[in-house]
């Protein structure tokens, strides 16, 4: 079996709906096992990100930049780092904002910056941008635009339940999917 383990922060339950999303899509794949970590979490289940084939990062932008509590997450993971203990695992990421940018941009390198210390291999999304013609729509799967990870947009009147949309959900989801295939796939080539 592939595991990918999914670590995320969320203050208010828009990033935790967007890690769900994101975990029910990696297991939707044949052979993929997923596991979602809350980092308040994490100490209890550094053996299961030391064993997983690929790790999704995922925080809310705050202040333009990852969350405080994620970023302990990120400097406790240093202890990984001095071995590179989690060299060659496939890695990615997501975020969410109040704003529809929000400043997500400084969030996505950030974790794409993290990956890459621990000598992660990144995945991108993989879709084409939504919403940017007259016949685009906010269904559209990539409404915000992205390409390094999946990006979400929360209206700051509403909870967890209600927001992010649907695409935005539908995106993380496709995001997890592909996520999984590629750690699959690297995990059979047996590099
Ligand atoms: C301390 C703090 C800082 C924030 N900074 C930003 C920001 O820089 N840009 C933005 O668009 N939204 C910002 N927001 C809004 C959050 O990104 C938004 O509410 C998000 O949905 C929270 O996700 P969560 O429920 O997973 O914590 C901030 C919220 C908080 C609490």
């Given at each position: 079996m592939t595991h990918v383990a999914i670590v995320y922060h969320s203050g208010y339950g828009h990033t935790k709906a967007l890690a769900e999303q994101v975990a029910n899509g990696a297991a939707e794949v044949s052979g993929v096992t997923s596991q979602l970590i809350p980092v308040a979490d994490v100490d209890s289940h550094w053996d299961d990100l030391d064993k997983a084939d690929g790790i999704i990062f995922g925080a809310p932008t705050y202040m333009g930049a990852a969350s405080a509590a994620f970023r302990t997450f990120a400097e406790a993971s240093s202890k990984r780092w001095f071995t590179l203990a989690w060299k060659n695992k496939v890695a990615g990421g997501f975020t969410n904002s109040g704003?529809?940018?929000?400043?997500k941009g400084n969030t996505m390198m950030e974790l794409v910056t993290l990956a890459a210390q621990h000598g992660m291999i990144w995945v991108s999304l993989g879709l084409p941008p939504g919403n940017n013609s007259s016949k685009g729509s906010l269904a559209d799967l990539n409404r915000l635009g992205g390409s390094l990870g999946a990006l979400a947009q929360s209206n700051v009147d509403q909870g967890g339940e209600d927001a992010p949309i649907a695409s935005d959900r539908a995106t993380a989801l496709a995001y997890g999917r592909r996520v999984a295939e590629i750690a699959d796939a690297l995990k059979r080539a047996q590099l």
């Open positions: 704003s529809q940018n929000g400043d």
